[in-house]
């Protein structure tokens, strides 16, 4: 069975039944203007104190599911490994540091996460088609969830994603739309095709079911290390993954699970860094011109900008830039040393640990999870050898 309740505007703060609505607040999105941060995402509400009862028998991330799971497609998603690497550990005295590596997926990335739940609404509403844009994670992701559930993926990228996303996406017949532009045209070019069409659209953010998918990483975490991390490291393009962690450990604190939340750490690329400034100066705009190595994290207009700096608000948490050369450099250190070769935008989270200590935000001593979101295999032309 499922505890959810209701959505709830993070704007206005109205309530919605499950299917009154499957996108944005009907009465905040008439005011979102295109090419600013979305107005009106939703955030899902839970029967907390049955929860807290179920968990006590069990602890179990499904309890915090929206969707029941007998509408969850085959392919398994999640249960990724969280250990110590202990090579780094000890290279940077830092004994409790921790990664959770996502980039073991079903298609290497935690954007799986997401997908399983778009998917399993679509198959419990009986829709055959979905939609999402994406820089090629969400979308290789999407064709091959749907590939196990029957069902059609339908594609905008940019015409700049990596080969290995391209070919992971055609792989499983998913049809696709290459854009001239950005992530943020594909995002548009997604939005008008699910307006004119019988589909589900999996737009990050602009389908809440999005981020609650990606929330399931923050309770595994929780339930992996059996306490509240001081520091979880997150690479940020749009802020749902980020918007993700922060609800996991809101939803555990509202079920009486927490008492307290973890730090959360924003990496993101230098030219892509609409949430960091937003976070410093408490005034959005635009990054003016996202070019990253970092593809993943490469945005101009975060759709979920408002709720992830209010996560980072709520969490007494930090922001960083990170540079192309910190990133390629930290990306093969990483891999050097743990084992794991991460995409670009994940050993960005390397590059921004390392300035968190730089600034003595982080301690010796704090217990910090590094949040590995895909693996190095999808872009293997950014390694430089």
């Given at each position: ?36 941060p979305?107005?009106?995402?939703l ?82 509403l ?17 064709a ?13 990228v ?11 996406i ?32 999996r ?41 993700g ?22 990496v993101?690329?230098?030219?892509s860094?609409?949430i ?8 959005y705009h ?90 190095g ?9």
């Amino acid at each position: 069975m499922s505890f959810f309740q209701n959505w709830r505007c993070t704007n206005c703060g109205n309530e919605y039944e499950l299917d009154e609505v499957h996108y944005l607040c009907p009465q905040c999105s008439k005011k979102w203007i295109g090419g600013e941060p979305l107005i009106g995402v939703l955030e899902a509400l839970f029967d907390y104190p049955a929860i807290k009862q179920e968990w006590d028998k069990q602890p179990y991330p499904g309890l915090f599911s929206v969707l029941e799971e007998k509408f969850y497609p085959s392919l398994p998603v999640g249960n990724t490994p969280l250990f110590r690497p202990e090579r780094l550990n000890k290279n940077l005295n830092l004994p409790n540091l921790f990664i959770k590596n996502d980039a073991l997926n079903p298609s290497g990335s935690l954007k799986d996460r997401a997908s399983q739940l778009v998917v399993a609404d679509a198959i419990r509403l009986g829709i055959d088609k979905i939609v999402c844009a994406s820089t090629g994670n969400a979308a290789s992701s999407l064709a091959s969830i749907c590939a196990a559930a029957g069902k059609e993926a339908i594609i905008f990228v940019p015409k700049s994603i990596p080969e290995a996303k391209l070919i992971q996406i055609k792989v499983h017949k998913a049809k696709l739309y290459t854009v001239s532009g950005t992530y943020d045209d594909a995002f548009n070019s997604a939005l008008a095709y699910s307006a004119n069409n019988d589909c589900l659209n999996r737009n990050t953010a602009f389908n809440p079911l999005t981020i609650e998918g990606k929330k399931s990483a923050g309770i595994e975490i929780f339930l992996q290390l059996n306490d509240v991390p001081d520091w979880i490291i997150i690479p940020v393009g749009d802020g749902v993954i980020l918007g993700g962690i922060y609800k996991a450990f809101k939803d555990l604190k509202s079920a009486g699970i927490i008492e307290k939340l973890p730090k959360l750490l924003s990496v993101q690329a230098e030219s892509s860094d609409a949430i960091t400034s937003y976070w410093e100066t408490g005034s959005y705009h635009n990054a003016n011109h996202p070019y990253t190595i970092a593809d993943s994290i490469s945005v101009k207009t975060p759709a979920n900008a408002h709720w992830a700096v209010n996560a980072l608000y709520q969490t007494q948490g930090k922001s960083v830039r990170v540079s192309d050369e910190e990133i390629l450099s930290d990306q093969k250190y990483l891999a050097q040393m743990t084992g794991i070769f991460a995409e670009p935008s994940s050993a960005a989270v390397f590059s921004g640990l390392k300035k968190a200590l730089t600034q003595k935000w982080i301690k010796p001593e704090d217990k910090i999870v590094l949040l590995i979101t895909g693996t190095g295999l999808k872009d293997i032309n950014a390694v430089r050898l």
